[in-house]
């Protein structure tokens, strides 16, 4: 048994640690927090030399071909720097779609843009509240046009390329929805940005009017296919999520060493001791949670489904969980704009949605149990 | 990142695999499955005795301490290869809890201090079950606060005399030995007044009382010493080092991974899955898929733990101190998932035993243990100071009487 990363995908992680240290530190998270840009260029730009873009994509598509571990690892790095791009929804969502479900041709076109950075993608699955479930699909496809709205769509604002579920049929069936993919140059499909949780990472409204769109995978497999890429896109987020919670676990541990009351440090009285330890023990539980997660998703395991929902329950509890107590390990200048634990406050509950909630993947998990254990 | 064996490992597993099948006591394997919590009590024979007639089997086969040098009792197996044989043991490893503290705690100790003679002498009856250790550590004044001990060794001649009380010995009453820590010098700061030794239990002096407890049963002991007397030649470590010796055996506790951790997951998930209340089957319910979802992912955090230790350990590397977590999550959650079922039972939830018609009483049962389980061997929230100081890097707590002479250290608070 090796239950670890290897050498070479450790090394990987320092590798993306270093480079997000050096551009991406909170400076550059806050001026898309300020609404100044909408996503980091210069970032992006830097993922897509590093080949952080295409780590998991083919090589016969343009990508590194290394897989999926390699990207895990580099997730983790982005969750922990708040990397202010669209890495999630072009990586995890528009990418593991493509190569999920996509015809050759479709791979050929968008892979390559992608791994270069050219292309930002995303999936546009929700419409309004309520988490995912093929009932709530209205917008239709019909004689290859789409009409209906889309919200919230993580990065549907600054998106090229946009995977969008579709009602084909309304027999009350997952056989009723389809894939479509839309590319957003082309017209008819428009955008506006709305306010979130996190604006390091930003959420849009979509309205496809007429809008022109080729079918992706199998008419009627659109639910399986986005089930398999949600399941992905939970492993992925759950390294984001880990990231995240270990450094604000860091964050916390460290001002708790320095921040001194009563005449001793804080971090010497028991009640914030205590407060980072149980951190401590969310974030390791998490962290083995989504090793197992990255281990079934790299080997396509049958347990993946279970997995990725142990993964993705576990890394948000954790992730919540450190991303408040560092505020409270703070105390009042935790609560100020200035100090950057709201940041990752912030981006620990939008991620706790984004691929659908606690309560669903809750579900999940527990219907996937069963049916194990039926088996 | 693969859970394959390496053909080595997988012949490893083959050869205890095939000894288990043709050696268990097949007779006691669902009796040992459904037990999921604490001491294991057998309807029909003893623990102890079935125990050491097992372990007896192994050590002949050399399935016993296999990760220790064979010339005690070991198999010099590899971690990977005692994780192996743990997994292969299965439900047969229950047995062994009469010998888990000696081989855990008191093997190493004894192994990383005593004499060339003692470890030979000692060592392979230990592995074996011959001979059963227990730990004198604990006193009335002296839990969390191990080394506020008071129990006295004076020195006398070639020997040392012995005095004062221990608390919370778990088989004192069936122990042949112990290992047992001392103040030896009151004049100077607690930590630096202890000596270790250990002693053979049926020496004249040594009391053996059970504790009845909360929950009716009788696992635990006072062992009270009126002038015990220990040659010097048993003495582990130097004198005035006994906290340094501890230290090494409470390692080793801590690194005694692979150990079976009870959640109660396993049994909540079943009962959940076939409890049909007022509203449906009870797992269909979304408040209780919720608490199932969480404990699932516990469950699952502490198992992945576990392998991610043994991934180190296989590559030659320390476990990192992720295994500190296992008792501190897992207590807890012990209590909770009692609390729920019961919940789910209602008013019969109140029912004990055989009276309660559902699990025959395991919930209760483990409502009633499971505080045991948040304070023996390390309180939660001493564990989270470990977790605190030594992972995190937090200051120790401010200790008012570090530097004092023990015997100016204060007793009573408010009289």
């Not at chain 1, 107590?325 to 105390?331: A, D, F, L, R």
């Not at chain 2, 057998?42 to 007639?53: P, R």
């Not at chain 2, 040098?69 to 192996?84: F, H, N, S």
Request: charged share 25%.
């Amino acid at each position: 048994m090796n239950f670890d990363f290897s050498d070479d995908q450790k090394q990987l992680r320092d590798q993306a640690r270093k480079f997000l240290a050096e551009k991406c530190p909170p400076k550059a998270v806050r001026v898309v927090l300020d609404g100044k840009e909408t996503y980091d260029r210069a970032l992006w730009k830097g993922f897509a030399e590093m080949g952080f873009l295409g780590v998991a994509i083919p090589e016969e598509y343009g990508g590194a071909g290394a897989g999926h571990l390699e990207l895990c690892v580099i997730a983790e790095e982005v969750g922990r720097a708040l990397a202010p791009v669209p890495f999630s929804s072009t990586v995890y969502l528009a990418a593991e779609a493509l190569m999920l479900a996509g015809s050759d041709a479709q791979k050929q076109t968008w892979l390559p843009k992608i791994a270069s950075g050219e292309t930002i993608g995303t999936l546009a699955l929700f419409e309004g509240t309520g988490n995912p479930s093929p009932k709530a699909i209205k917008l239709a496809a019909a004689n290859g046009v789409l009409n209906g709205t889309k919200k919230p769509v993580a990065d549907g604002a600054i998106a090229d390329l946009i995977i969008v579920a579709a009602r084909t049929a309304s027999t009350g069936r997952d056989s009723d929805i389809s894939l479509f993919l839309v590319d957003a140059k082309a017209g008819g499909v428009e955008a506006k940005a709305l306010t979130n949780l996190d604006p390091t990472r930003g959420q849009a409204e979509l309205t496809f009017t007429n809008c022109k769109a080729e079918p992706l995978g199998t008419a009627g497999e659109g639910w399986s296919i986005i089930s398999q890429v949600l399941d992905r896109a939970a492993v992925l987020t759950a390294f984001e999520q880990v990231g995240g919670s270990d450094r604000a676990l860091e964050m916390g541990r460290d001002y708790a060493l320095d921040r001194i009351a009563f005449g001793r440090p804080i971090g010497s009285f028991q009640a914030v001791k205590h407060m980072l330890a149980d951190m401590y023990v969310s974030a390791t539980l998490a962290r083995s949670n989504a090793y197992y997660g990255a281990w079934a998703l790299s080997t396509n395991a049958p347990e993946l489904p279970e997995a990725a929902a142990s993964a993705r329950i576990s890394a948000t509890q954790a992730y919540q969980h450190c991303g408040k107590n560092n505020i409270q390990v703070h105390g009042g200048m935790g609560f100020t704009w200035e100090f950057d634990c709201h940041m990752y406050y912030r981006r620990a509950n939008a991620l706790a949605l984004g691929l659908g909630s606690l309560s669903y993947w809750e579900d999940q998990l527990i219907d996937r149990m069963r049916k194990r254990n039926a088996a | 990142m693969n859970f394959d064996d390496t053909p080595q490992e997988a012949a490893f597993r083959e050869t205890a695999r095939a000894w288990v099948a043709a050696n268990a006591p097949k007779e006691l394997e669902d009796e040992l499955a459904s037990s999921s919590l604490g001491r294991i009590r057998l309807k029909h024979a003893d623990i102890v005795e079935v125990g050491k007639a097992w372990q007896k089997k192994k050590a002949d086969a050399g399935w016993a301490c296999l990760h220790w040098p064979k010339e005690y009792g070991g198999r010099g197996a590899t971690p990977i290869e005692r994780v192996i044989w743990q997994q292969e043991e299965g439900v047969y490893g229950k047995l062994t809890q009469p010998f888990q503290i000696g081989e855990g705690m008191c093997g190493p100790t004894v192994m990383a201090y005593g004499s060339e003679e003692h470890k030979r002498r000692y060592l392979p009856k230990l592995a074996s079950g011959e001979e059963i250790w227990c730990q004198l550590f604990s006193e009335p004044a002296g839990g969390s606060d191990v080394a506020g001990l008071r129990t006295r060794a004076e020195k006398r001649g070639d020997n040392w005399v012995i005095n004062g009380q221990k608390i919370w010995t778990s088989g004192a009453h069936y122990s042949d030995y112990g290992l047992l820590i001392t103040r030896t010098d009151p004049n100077v700061p607690k930590h630096k007044g202890l000596t270790m030794f250990f002693l053979d239990m049926k020496s004249p002096g040594v009391e053996v009382r059970p504790i009845k407890q909360a929950n009716g049963m009788q696992e635990f002991n006072e062992v009270y010493f009126t002038d015990v007397v220990i040659p010097d030649s048993q003495r582990l470590g130097a004198v005035g080092d006994g906290w340094n010796v501890s230290l090494t055996t409470l390692m080793n506790e801590r690194m005694s991974i692979g150990a079976r951790l009870a959640t109660g997951f396993p049994v909540m998930f079943e009962f959940c899955a076939n409890l049909m209340t007022e509203s449906g089957l009870a797992i269909e319910d979304r408040a209780t898929r919720s608490k199932l979802a969480s404990w699932a992912v516990k469950a699952s955090g502490l198992k992945y733990t576990s392998y991610r230790a043994i991934s180190a350990l296989s590559k030659g590397e320390r476990p990192g101190p992720e295994n500190s977590i296992g008792k501190l999550v897992a207590g807890v959650m012990l209590q909770d998932i009692a609390t729920y079922a019961m919940d789910l039972e209602g008013a019969a939830g109140v029912l004990t035993g055989a009276d309660e018609e559902v699990t025959q009483g395991q919930f209760q049962q483990m409502l009633l243990t499971s505080p045991s389980m948040r304070i023996a061997g390390g309180t939660d929230e001493i564990l989270r100071n470990i977790i605190a100081e030594r992972v995190l890097g937090l200051p120790g707590d401010i200790r008012v009487d570090k530097d004092v002479p023990f015997n100016k250290v204060p007793t009573k608070g408010r009289s």
